[in-house]
């Protein structure tokens, strides 16, 4: 059915966008639409870990101290922005999450993100899923061996752990920016049970609850940028990419950052790249060129 330019007209503007948290970006672009799933691409030293980091810290400091930063922004954008982080990790325990944070942000960041953030560790047990080594995995969990799992992981093990997860973000969706970390250790679990279309399946449900829940998702993946922009079905699981590199040749290492096309809102006459550098106040955009 056709709609009334005014009306259709009203819809879009119902969309509200929620800063990036980056003076250069959001210099740029108006922000990214409320509801919004990104996959964040890149190994951790080029920077992927550093701006999520970075990007919860800064959204948090305009939101409840805004007179910590240099940013002016109205009332109704401050009300958009999601007033709480909530980190799944299925790679690190919580201290090693907390301790990456400590390492990159100033202690203002660092300190108004541990006030306003939940952190839930998946990651013993998606690690007693894996085909662990019975005294490494002694050693990990420091358990005696009667109080191991007597069964080998199954692809249905696999299945319950992405049910439990997509329950557990059910519950916490609503005006919170979200990160899960990482889309990696699933890729990696295909080799002992993990699989890839449910894992998908959960990109794609991600995606769609996103957009009801009115927040930011942000799902961590320390792959190549290149692997990723040629594969179809993974860049386009989302609603868009931010794709991060790093050229480590000589002496100095340079990093770069790419916005995907993030279904046109995002979009403009030319693709750009930006400079990053991760400095005292965390990740950090600058200049830009056209390609």
């Not at 007179?67 to 999601?82: G, L, M, S, W």
């Not at 541990?114 to 050693?139: G, K, N, Y």
């Amino acid at each position: 059915m056709p709609y009334h330019p005014a009306r259709a007209r009203e819809l879009s503007n119902s969309i509200g966008r929620i800063p990036f948290g980056f003076p250069t970006l959001d210099s740029r672009f108006d922000g990214l639409p409320a509801g919004t799933a990104t996959l964040l691409v890149g190994a951790p030293d080029a920077g992927t870990d550093a701006y999520a980091f970075t990007h919860a810290a800064q959204l948090l400091l305009l939101k409840h101290a805004p007179r910590y930063t240099d940013r002016k922004i109205n009332d109704a954008v401050r009300q958009r922005i999601p007033s709480s982080v909530h980190y799944v990790t299925l790679n690190h325990p919580p201290e090693r999450v907390l301790d990456g944070m400590d390492a990159v942000l100033s202690a203002r960041q660092f300190n108004i993100l541990a006030e306003h953030l939940e952190i839930t560790d998946f990651s013993d047990d998606f690690f007693d899923l894996a085909p662990v080594p019975d005294p490494l995995r002694r050693a990990a969990h420091e358990k005696e061996a009667e109080d191991l799992p007597e069964e080998p992981a199954t692809e249905a093990s696999f299945e319950r752990l992405l049910n439990r997860l997509a329950e557990h973000l059910e519950g916490v969706g609503d005006d919170t920016l979200i990160f899960v970390d990482s889309l990696t250790a699933f890729e990696r679990g295909r080799h002992f049970g993990v699989e890839w279309g449910d894992v998908l399946g959960l990109l794609e449900g991600l995606r769609h609850a996103a957009s009801e829940w009115g927040g930011l998702v942000n799902v961590l993946y320390h792959a190549r940028p290149e692997k990723v922009r040629s594969d179809e079905t993974i860049n386009t699981a989302l609603d868009g990419c931010l794709y991060f590199y790093v050229n480590d040749r000589g002496t100095n290492a340079r990093k770069t950052m790419r916005i995907g096309d993030f279904n046109g809102a995002l979009s403009r006459r030319h693709q750009v790249v930006y400079e990053t550098k991760v400095g005292d106040t965390g990740f950090g955009v600058s200049s830009s060129r056209n390609v």
